[in-house]
Structure formats: C-alpha cells, structure tokens
C-alpha cells in the first residue's frame, strides 16, 4: 500500500498546480501494452487531466512504446519529430514509457538526439509517474526512472479503461521463456503472478460495472502461478532457508474467498479459468497468449467445463517446422503441436484456433518455410498475425550466422498471406445461414447506421439494429460473408 500512498501524494501535488490541463496516452504495442495505458491514463485524471486526442491541445503527451519489433522503433521516432514541434510551441511535457525504455542503447539514442524529451520510464517503474511528472513539472528537469531489476505488481493503481463493455485483466507479468528471436523477457522481466483473489475482485468490480467481456492477459499465461509455486515448492525443500531466501518468498495465498464466502483453492491457469467462470454479469472469457508446451489437460478440460470461455483459443505457431521450432526454442515440435490440436478438438466442440508465426527466422529453408504452410492448411486458423523475423538486439537469434536475405523474407511473408486469405474466406462461409452468438459493441466505424460485434470466434458481425442491443449478447443469423467481417441479421430467426 505504501507505493500508492506515496503515488496519491505526488497526485495530490500535481492536482494543486494543474490547471485543466488535458493529456494524450500513445499506446504502441500490445493489449498488456495497452492495459499499462489505461493505467497511465488512470493517474492523469486522478491528477486532474482530461483526454485529448489533439496533440496539439495536450499539455502532457505520454508514449507507451513497444520493441518487440523494429518498426515499432520506428514508429516512435517519426512521431518524436512530429511533437517537437508542440514541445517548442507550448511547452508540452513529452513523456516516453513502456518496454524499449528497458533498451540501453534506445534510451542513450534519446538522450543524444532527442534531449527535448521530458520524462522516460520503464514498465518496472510505472507506478512512480506522478513523482516523475510532479518534478518535470516543478524542477523543469529532465528524468530517467529506470530500473533494471523486475518491478513488483503493484495493486491498487488508478485505471481509465477505452471501453464499456470489454475490459482487459493483467494476471501476470514477465516472461521466461526466451524464445530466441524475442526480447520480451529482457524488457519484462521474469515471470510473476497476480494473486487469484486480486484478479477474482478485478472482474467481480467489471462485472458490476456492466463488463460482459474479459480477456486475461500474460505473456504466457498458462504459467500463471508457475513461478510462484516452484520458488514454494523449493523453499519448503530447503533445510537452509537463508534471509535473502525468506524476502524472496512469494507473497501469494492461493485461496480465493468468493463473495457468498465460499473459499477455493486457485493455484493454476485452470483453476482462475473456473473461478472467473462463476462471476455472474461476465458473459464471456478469454485469454491470450497461451504456450503450446503448457497447454495441459486441466486447461483444456476448463475450457470445456466453463460455458463462458469462448471457443477461439489463440495457439501462437511461430514456426511449423520442427527444426525451426528448436532454434527458436519453442520446446514442441510440428507433430506435438498438430497432436495438440487434435486434442483440444476432440475434447472441446466447435473450437477454432488463432495464431501468431514468424516468417524468415534465421536459417529458414524452403522445406521449413513449407512445414509452416503445412501446418496453417492443417489447422485452418480463424485469424493470423504473420510477422517478418526482426532482429532484437540482445537476442540469441541476433547473433546466428544465417540471417534470411529482405527479398525472401517479403516474398514467403506475401505467400503466407495468400494462404491465410484463401483459408480465412474459406472458413467464413462455415457461417453462412447459422445462428451466432455476437456481443453488440456499438455502432459500426465505417457506416453509423450498422451496428457491430464479435462472435465468440471473434468475427466481426455487422448488422441493422437498435441501439439498445449494445452490449448485450444476441443471436444473429449470419446472411453474408466478406474478408474481414460477416453480415448478420437480428429478426426472423
Ligand atoms: N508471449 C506471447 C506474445 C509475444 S509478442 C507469445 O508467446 O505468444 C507477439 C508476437 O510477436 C509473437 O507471438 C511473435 O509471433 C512476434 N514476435 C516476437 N518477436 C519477434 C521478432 N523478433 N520478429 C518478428 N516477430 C516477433
Ligand atoms: Fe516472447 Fe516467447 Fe515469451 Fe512469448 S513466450 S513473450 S514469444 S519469449
Ligand atoms: Fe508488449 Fe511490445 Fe512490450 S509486445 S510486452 S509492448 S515489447
């Protein structure tokens, strides 16, 4: 509680000398990423802030960068070029938070090129803003809150969520995988869990609030608790629990005391999935990324069990070449993961799968290139997120010898995307004449006399209706189907 104290006092002391004063948040990387802004977003309008989307009327503008691949780098430079400009003209705070600011040689760049900038800050230090801002602000001085070791979980922290109906919950932070293309565990850290009861109180305050939808976030979220119970595990074995041992020990009570007081024991993925099934008002459930190599059986069977998960689980590929899949150290092989497929299809009806792969991975060959498309023209994905291999410095795949040459990378990139395109129109006319569940989000972005939502497959569903069926989950008879969304209609079924 001490680190809120602290944050609420800087808040307090902001809110003294701001003056309606207005902020813009630029979030630049994934839904954790995301969820991070809500929070920043969060302690500026504790602070007295109000959202603009006008740089140019922003007295704070805070950038949440990503690095998990080089053009989001840059992405941030072009727009730092773009705001330098605001800074001169009105003194603007520019503020640079987020995963790259854990890059040395990134910060160094900054200091060296851009010393415009106000305020830089890591994902560890996050919850310090207010100090970091408060003294921008007072001392006029520059500030690099950084921290190399992993930050704690903070709980308690201010949120301003972008949406009234679907809402993202942070189980877990940090990574320990180290595939070796990526730098997420450099720049996260180790993996640590939030306590179940904290997450079970952060969808049941959701579900109050009139949230129906709920995806719970992780870099490897089927390792939810992993960590916590090994370093347990581990302690209890040890005769010789030294003091730097005894501080180590996760703070983490595995018991989640539901409202009605009944207690139960939560102390994996599966059994959060059960818990947060029973919360009443939350109609759906999903969680994003899983790793194949813990997909175990108890996951699968709460999947199965829990009629709010929704049937699309995100099963990210990478590569579907086995030799590939080594040197990239994903621990599964091509069959293990088709064998995993199979399995979840034949325990769980109806289930579709979404995927991320990554094209032209260091030493790729044709035939690996061709194990991948084998795989996509197998499983049939409903979605796929198709990356270029990007090199991250500090990663072990930066430094192999085989680096795939640019024109070959964008010619198996445009290939894999012709694939995915004939297979996702494919898989589209499934749709055609059946009755599917949507959750009705709101007007559609392109034509404001359409209303739209997702299938529990996560299909964009455009169709004519009343504005009272926003957020309320209805059936839709699904007439036609286009590449990116299906059309339904609302009455006659
Ligand atoms: N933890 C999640 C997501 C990590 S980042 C997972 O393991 O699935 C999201 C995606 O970015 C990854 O799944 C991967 O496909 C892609 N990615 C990560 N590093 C990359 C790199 N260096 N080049 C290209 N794509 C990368
Ligand atoms: Fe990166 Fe692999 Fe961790 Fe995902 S599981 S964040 S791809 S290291
Ligand atoms: Fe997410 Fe990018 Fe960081 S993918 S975890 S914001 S490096």
């Known amino acids: 509680m001490k680190i809120i104290e602290m944050q609420n006092d800087y808040i307090n002391k902001i809110k003294e000398i701001n003056k309606e004063g207005k902020y813009a948040v630029l979030t630049m990387g994934c839904q954790l990423n995301e969820n991070d802004s809500e929070k920043i977003a969060g302690m500026l309008e504790k602070s007295g802030y109000s959202k603009t989307d006008d740089l140019k009327k922003a007295n704070v503008i805070v950038f949440n960068t990503c690095c998990v691949r080089e053009n989001a780098e840059d992405r941030l430079f072009g727009k730092l070029g773009e705001v330098k400009k605001y800074k001169e003209e009105n003194g603007t705070i520019i503020a640079i938070g987020g995963c790259m600011m854990q890059e040395k040689h990134i910060v160094n760049k900054l200091k060296q090129s851009y010393p415009f900038v106000d305020i830089v800050f890591g994902p560890h230090t996050m919850q310090d803003f207010p100090k970091d801002l408060y003294e921008a602000l007072i001392e006029k001085k520059k500030i690099e809150d950084i921290l190399d070791i992993d930050g704690n979980i903070i709980e308690g922290m201010p949120i301003v969520r972008g949406d009234s109906i679907k809402a993202s919950v942070a189980i877990m932070n940090g990574c320990n995988n180290f595939c070796t293309y990526c730098i997420v565990p450099y720049v996260r850290g180790r993996e640590r869990s939030r306590n179940p009861q904290d997450i079970y109180n952060e969808v049941l305050d959701l579900a109050k609030k009139g949230y129906k939808e709920i995806t719970l976030l992780g870099q490897n979220v089927n390792s939810y608790l992993v960590s916590e119970r090994n370093k347990l595990e581990s302690l209890k074995a040890s005769n010789n629990i030294t003091n730097i041992e005894i501080e180590d020990k996760p703070n983490i009570n595995f018991n989640v005391i539901k409202e009605n007081g009944e207690k139960i024991v939560v102390d994996s993925f599966a059994k959060l999935l059960r818990s947060i099934n029973t919360i009443d008002g939350i109609e759906r459930i999903r969680?994003?990324?899983?790793?194949?190599?813990?997909?175990?059986?108890?996951?699968?069977?709460?999947?199965?069990?829990?009629?709010?998960?929704?049937?699309?689980?995100?099963?990210?590929?990478?590569?579907?070449?086995?030799?590939?899949?080594?040197?990239?150290?994903?621990?599964?092989?091509?069959?293990?993961?088709?064998?995993?497929?199979?399995?979840?299809?034949?325990?769980?009806?109806?289930?579709?799968?979404?995927?991320?792969?990554?094209?032209?991975?260091?030493?790729?060959?044709?035939?690996?290139?061709?194990?991948?498309?084998?795989?996509?023209?197998?499983?049939?994905?409903?979605?796929?997120?198709?990356?270029?291999?990007?090199?991250?410095?500090?990663?072990?795949?930066?430094?192999?010898?085989?680096?795939?040459?640019?024109?070959?990378?964008?010619?198996?990139?445009?290939?894999?995307?012709?694939?995915?395109?004939?297979?996702?129109?494919?898989?589209?006319?499934?749709?055609?004449?059946?009755?599917?569940?949507?959750?009705?989000?709101?007007?559609?972005?392109?034509?404001?006399?359409?209303?739209?939502?997702?299938?529990?497959?996560?299909?964009?569903?455009?169709?004519?209706?009343?504005?009272?069926?926003?957020?309320?989950?209805?059936?839709?008879?699904?007439?036609?189907?286009?590449?990116?969304?299906?059309?339904?209609?609302?009455?006659?079924?």
């Open 287 to 493: 969680f994003i990324s899983p790793h194949p190599k813990d997909f175990t059986d108890d996951v699968i069977d709460a999947i199965k069990d829990s009629d709010k998960v929704c049937n699309l689980i995100h099963l990210p590929l990478q590569s579907g070449s086995t030799s590939i899949l080594k040197s990239m150290n994903r621990k599964y092989t091509k069959e293990q993961y088709l064998s995993l497929v199979d399995k979840i299809k034949a325990k769980i009806p109806n289930v579709q799968f979404s995927t991320d792969i990554i094209v032209g991975f260091p030493g790729e060959t044709e035939e690996d290139f061709e194990d991948t498309l084998d795989v996509v023209n197998k499983v049939r994905y409903e979605q796929i997120f198709m990356f270029i291999y990007s090199r991250r410095v500090g990663t072990v795949a930066d430094k192999m010898e085989n680096q795939i040459e640019e024109k070959i990378k964008h010619e198996r990139f445009n290939r894999l995307k012709k694939l995915a395109e004939e297979i996702i129109e494919e898989g589209n006319k499934k749709y055609i004449r059946k009755v599917e569940k949507v959750l009705v989000e709101g007007k559609s972005k392109t034509n404001d006399k359409l209303l739209t939502g997702r299938t529990e497959t996560n299909k964009v569903v455009n169709f004519e209706g009343n504005d009272e069926l926003i957020g309320k989950v209805i059936p839709l008879k699904i007439v036609s189907e286009h590449m990116w969304y299906l059309k339904g209609k609302y009455d006659n079924i």
